[in-house]
């Protein structure tokens, strides 16, 4: 979970300075993409995070992991997907 929420931020911030319409196109679509590549559907990646949500303790300590995925990838940009 962290690692696809560590790639979800880093596509949203990458997507920031483009226009609304398409930045909304372009993060749905790699959305699916970030997800297929960690075999998940977007229907289970919703569950879970309400599932989290609903558990602050866990919650915190996936925060806590994407940090420390943020501070190993230092100053790379982006995921593995070539936006």
Known sequence: MAQILSELY??????EPLSLHIR?????SNRKLILQK???ND???IESSLYYKNRKSDM???RSM???LFIKKGAQEG???KY
């Open 10 to 15: 880093y596509l949203d911030a990458a997507l």
């Open 24 to 28: 909304d196109s372009m993060i749905q």
């Open 38 to 40: 960690h075999q998940i």
């Open 43 to 45: 229907t289970d990646f």
């Open 60 to 62: 915190d300590q996936i």
């Open 66 to 68: 994407v940090n420390e």
């Open 79 to 81: 995921s593995d997907i």
